[in-house]
C-alpha cells in the first residue's frame, strides 16, 4: 500500500473512531508520517496491513489504533457479527450473551461495547460484575443458559495485547467453520459508524454467579480426603486470587500462602517480564517465598487462572513440573475412578503418556489437534489436557481449560500422598516405571515478520530432513494433508529410529513457531536415572539440530 494510500486510511479510521485515545494517538502517528518520519510509516503500514483476523481463538493481538489492532472499533465489529450470526444460527432475534473481561488495559471497555451492541440488536447481554478468569465465563454460559459468551483477555500474553476468546451456548470454544462464518458477518459491518450500541440496558452479574462457580469447583475434591496440605500461590498479577482462594477455603483447604507483590490485579505485570508462568523467571517470587516458608506444592495461575503450573520440592531446591507431567498425575487420578466408557484426551504436541496409561486401564484414549477448543469436544470427555499448563478436570462444569479446579485436584493428590509420605514425584517415578519414561522439551522461534514462519515451514516441507541427531527419520507426516486421522491443520511430525517424536507448527496465538519433542525411554529393573539420562540424552541432540533446523 502506498504512502498516500495508508495516510487516506488512517485519516478515514480517525473519522470514524469512536475512542478519543485511539484517535489522538493515530492523529500522532500520521503527524510524523507526513513530515517523513519512516518509522511512523512502517508503524502506519503494519496497522492498516488487514483486519486483525477472527480465528479460532477469537481475536488477539496488540492495542491500538488501526485494523490490525485491539481498539474498540474492532471490538465493535466483531461483536456486531458475531450478534448477527448467533440471530440467524439460533433463529430469534433476542439472542443471550454473557461477557466477562480480565483485568487488563481496555478489557473493561470491550466488555461494555460488546454488551451495548448486544443490546442494540435487539438481543440480551449479561456482563460479570468484575474481572473475574476465564472458566468463570465458561462456566456461566452453561450455568446461565446463554447461546455465546465472549471472555476479553489476552490470557498469558504481553501487557500491551488485548484479545477476544469467543464461546457457542455448549460452553466450548469456536472451531472452524463457525470462526469463518463469524469472520464473514463481521465483514457485514465495515464501519464503527455502521455498528449500533447502546449505552445501557444490560445486565449486570451478582456475586451469586461467582458463587455457583465456587460451589461447582469445591465438588472435584473428594468430600473425604484429606485436606493437610500447605501452598503457596502467586496470580501473576491476573484476576485468579480472589476465586482460587474462595475455591480452596470452600472446599476445606487452608487458604494458600499469597505471593502479596504479584496478588493484586495490575494491567502492566510489573514483577514479571512475560506473564506466563512457562516463562523462565514467571514464577521466581513463587519459589522464593516457598524457599523461605517451606511449603508443600508451589501453584501459579496465568493472568486469566485458565492455566495452573506447579512446582514441587526437591533436594536441589524446588523444580517446576513440566506441564506433561501435571497431565499426567492428573490423568492418574482421574483414570483411577473414570466410568469404562469414559474418555480421557490430550492434544498432539502433549505427552504420548496419557494413551499409554489410558491402554492399560482399559479407558478410551483420543488425539486431538492442539487447543481445547477441540479437546472439549471429545464426546464423553472425563478429563482432557494440554501440554501447555491447560487442563480440564470437570468437563460437566467446564468444557475449557480451568487452572482453578486443576490446582484443587493436584491439593487433594498432594494432601493424600502426604498422609502415606509419599509426593508427587513418587507418583511421576510409578508411572515412569510401568510405561517407560516420557520426556518431552520444547522451544519457540520468536519472529517479528511473521512470514519467516511461513518460510521456515516451506523449507522443511521442500527439503524435509531425513535424519536428526543420528538418527533416521522413520516417518514424516505433513499434518495440513487432507484424509488425515484429525483435521488439518498447518504441521510437521517426524517419527525417528529410536521413537522419538517431533512436532513443528505455528503459534495459535503468538507470533512464533513453535517445535516440540518427546523421547521414550523403557525402564530396565528400577533404574529411573539410567532411563532419564539417557532422555535426557536424545532430547538435547534433537533440541540442537531442530534449532538449526527451524532458524528463520
Not at 292 to 321: E, F, Q, Y
Not at 450 to 465: A, E, K, Y
Amino acid at each position: 500500500m502506498s504512502t498516500v494510500d495508508v495516510l487516506d486510511e488512517a485519516r478515514a479510521w480517525i473519522a470514524d473512531d469512536p475512542d478519543a485515545a485511539t484517535r489522538a494517538e493515530l492523529e500522532s502517528v500520521v503527524a510524523a508520517a507526513e513530515s517523513g518520519d519512516e518509522a511512523a510509516r512502517a508503524d502506519l503500514q503494519d496497522r492498516f496491513s488487514g483486519l486483525l483476523a477472527f480465528g479460532t481463538a477469537g481475536l488477539r493481538g496488540a492495542l491500538g489504533a488501526g485494523p490490525n489492532r485491539m481498539n474498540r472499533v474492532v471490538v465493535q465489529r466483531a461483536a456486531a457479527g458475531l450478534t448477527a450470526y448467533l440471530q440467524e444460527t439460533v433463529g430469534k432475534r433476542d439472542v443471550t450473551v454473557v461477557v466477562g473481561y480480565d483485568a487488563r488495559h481496555n478489557s473493561d471497555v470491550f466488555a461494555r461495547d460488546t454488551a451495548g451492541v448486544v443490546v442494540a440488536a435487539g438481543g440480551r447481554a449479561m456482563v460479570m460484575p468484575r474481572p473475574l478468569p476465564t472458566p468463570l465465563l465458561a462456566f456461566a454460559i452453561r450455568e446461565l443458559g446463554c447461546d455465546a459468551g465472549v471472555m476479553v483477555t489476552a490470557s498469558h500474553n504481553p501487557p500491551q495485547d488485548n484479545g477476544y476468546k469467543v464461546y457457542l451456548g455448549d460452553g466450548s470454544q469456536i472451531v472452524p467453520p463457525t470462526d469463518g462464518d463469524i469472520s464473514d458477518a463481521i465483514g457485514r459491518f465495515p464501519t464503527a459508524s455502521s455498528v449500533q450500541v447502546a449505552t445501557d440496558g444490560w445486565e449486570t452479574l451478582s456475586d451469586e454467579i461467582v458463587d455457583a462457580y465456587v460451589a461447582a469447583a469445591s465438588q472435584v475434591v473428594a468430600a473425604d480426603s484429606s485436606r493437610d496440605v500447605s501452598i503457596v500461590h502467586t496470580s501473576l498479577h491476573g484476576v485468579g486470587n480472589e476465586l482460587l482462594q474462595k475455591a480452596f477455603v470452600a472446599s476445606g483447604f487452608a487458604a494458600p500462602t499469597t505471593v502479596d507483590e504479584q496478588r493484586d490485579p495490575d494491567p502492566e505485570f510489573p514483577t514479571v517480564s512475560f506473564p506466563n508462568p512457562e516463562e523462565p523467571g514467571a514464577i521466581d517470587a513463587a519459589l522464593a517465598l516457598a524457599s523461605r516458608t517451606d511449603p508443600d506444592i508451589v501453584i501459579a495461575n496465568d493472568p486469566d487462572a485458565d492455566r495452573c503450573a506447579v512446582a514441587v520440592p526437591t533436594s536441589d531446591g524446588w523444580r517446576m513440573l513440566r506441564g506433561d507431567e501435571v497431565g499426567a498425575l492428573l490423568g492418574h487420578h482421574a483414570l483411577a475412578s473414570a466410568p469404562r466408557d469414559g474418555v480421557v484426551a490430550c492434544s498432539i504436541v502433549s505427552s504420548q503418556l496419557l494413551r499409554a496409561m489410558a491402554t492399560s486401564t482399559g479407558v478410551r484414549h483420543e488425539e486431538t489437534l492442539t487447543g481445547f477448543k477441540w479437546i472439549s469436544r471429545v464426546p464423553g470427555l472425563t478429563y482432557g489436557y494440554e501440554e501447555a499448563l491447560g487442563y480440564c478436570v470437570a468437563p460437566e462444569q467446564v468444557r475449557d481449560k480451568d487452572g482453578i479446579t486443576a490446582a484443587l485436584v493436584i491439593a487433594e493428590m498432594t494432601a493424600a500422598l502426604k498422609a502415606d509420605g509419599r509426593t508427587l514425584q513418587d507418583v511421576l517415578d510409578d508411572l515412569a516405571r510401568e510405561h517407560g519414561v516420557h520426556q518431552t522439551d520444547s522451544f519457540s522461534v520468536r519472529v517479528d515478520d511473521l512470514s519467516l514462519i511461513g518460510t521456515v515451514m516451506d523449507r522443511l516441507r521442500t527439503t524435509p530432513p531425513t535424519s536428526v541427531a543420528g538418527q533416521s527419520v522413520s516417518r514424516a507426516d505433513d499434518l495440513s494433508a487432507e484424509g488425515g486421522e484429525l483435521p488439518p491443520t498447518d504441521g510437521l511430525r517426524y517419527y525417528l529410529a529410536d521413537g522419538t517424536r517431533i512436532i513443528v507448527r505455528p503459534s495459535g496465538t503468538e507470533p512464533k513457531l513453535k517445535v516440540y519433542f518427546e523421547a521414550v525411554v523403557p525402564v530396565e529393573g528400577d533404574d529411573l536415572a539410567d532411563a532419564r539420562t539417557e532422555a535426557t540424552t536424545r532430547l538435547a541432540a534433537v533440541r540442537t539440530e531442530m534449532e538449526q533446523l527451524t532458524t528463520p
